[in-house]
């Protein structure tokens, strides 16, 4: 898991962090990482909401404008 983390946010700590853990199972590494990648899930999915929400609020005006519910001036 540390590996996949470390390879898909390429942030200095977590290398270090991954690395700590997978050599002496520190409880504190393992505490950190889990703080780190809780983070960073959060972040990326905010991120994926919004651009779904976009998408969606875009497809909806497409379609309200192809249906002349909306005047496109």
Do not use: W, Y
Request: glycine share 4%; proline share 3%; aromatic share 2%.
């Amino acid at each position: 898991m540390s590996i996949l983390i470390t390879a898909i946010t390429p942030a200095p700590g977590l290398l270090f962090l991954s690395m700590a853990l997978n050599s002496n199972q520190s409880l504190v590494a393992q505490r950190l990482l889990g703080l780190i990648s809780q983070r960073i899930h959060h972040r990326n999915l905010t991120r994926t909401r919004r651009c779904l929400f976009r998408k969606l609020q875009e497809a909806s005006l497409d379609t309200a404008l192809e249906s002349g519910k909306v005047n496109a001036d």
